[in-house]
T-cell receptor, first 109, second 114 residues
Framework: LAKTTQPISMDSYEGQEVNITCSHN???????ITWYQQFPSQGPRFIIQ???TKVTNEVASLFIPADRKSSTLSLPRVSLSDTAVYYC??????????FGAGTRLFVKA | DAMVIQNPRYQVTQFGKPVTLSCSQT?????MYWYQQKSSQAPKLLFH???????NEADTPDNFQSRRPNTSFCFLDIRSPGLGDTAMYLC?????????????FGQGTRLTVV
């Protein structure tokens, strides 16, 4: 299973774009990159998933360079309610969802 | 609308007294997971089921057991809880095997061992 490395914490202000980069140097050919969001006292929630290039949904964008050794979650115009822990995961087509340490995002007014 | 439901949301148990946490799903997913999440830490996978096939993580203590009587329900049994087992316990499901899938989590059960 590929190991992921993320910043421990980040600060931002309301209305700004936030980019969280995840390093996964040992990613395998069949691995997908997935991001989850977790609020205090709640279960993680799926945000976005990708394999290569760029993926966008109503919540976020995910940028994956050609070598796939890193990925960047982009949150446009964050609000106070985006304060949460963001987890980057990679795993091969198996059963497991293994979490890394996560990035604590603090959004300030 | 809740798709993965965990009961109870909060549980207090005495040291050494067996406790069971429950999880149900309305998604009809093949795979169900149990995670342990201690304060300020990432969720840690304890075990998972693929249908009825049980898969234990190598470092999951023997004190933790699980049952899946049918597709919809899964239970976590802690036979003799210790103070170190105080944590949030998360149940999750996913529809299939494969990297291009997502896991759906319940709200969790916060267990306190006193």
């Amino acid at each position: 299973l590929a190991k992921t490395t993320q910043p421990i914490s980040m600060d931002s202000y309301e209305g700004q774009e936030v980019n969280i980069t995840c390093s996964h140097n040992n990613i395998a050919t069949n691995d997908y990159i997935t991001w989850y969001q977790q609020f205090p006292s709640q279960g993680p929630r799926f945000i976005i998933q990708g394999y290569k290039t760029k993926v966008t949904n109503e919540v976020a964008s995910l940028f994956i360079p050609a070598d796939r050794k890193s990925s960047t979650l982009s949150l446009p115009r964050v609000s106070l309610s985006d304060t949460a822990v963001y987890y980057c995961l990679v795993w091969t087509g198996g059963f497991k969802t293994i979490f890394g340490a996560g990035t604590r995002l603090f959004v300030k007014a | 609308d809740a798709m993965v439901i965990q009961n109870p949301r909060y549980q207090v148990t005495q040291f050494g007294k067996p406790v069971t946490l429950s999880c149900s799903q309305t998604l009809n997913h093949n795979v169900m997971y149990w995670y342990q999440q201690k304060s300020s830490q990432a969720p840690k996978l304890l075990f998972h089921y693929y249908d009825k096939d049980f898969n234990n993580e190598a470092d999951t203590p023997d004190n933790f057991q699980s049952r899946r009587p049918n597709t919809s329900f899964c239970f976590l049994d802690i036979r003799s809880p210790g103070l170190g087992d105080t944590a949030m316990y998360l149940c999750a499901t996913s529809p299939r095997v494969g990297g291009n899938t997502e896991a759906f989590f319940g709200q969790g059960t916060r267990l306190t061992v006193v």
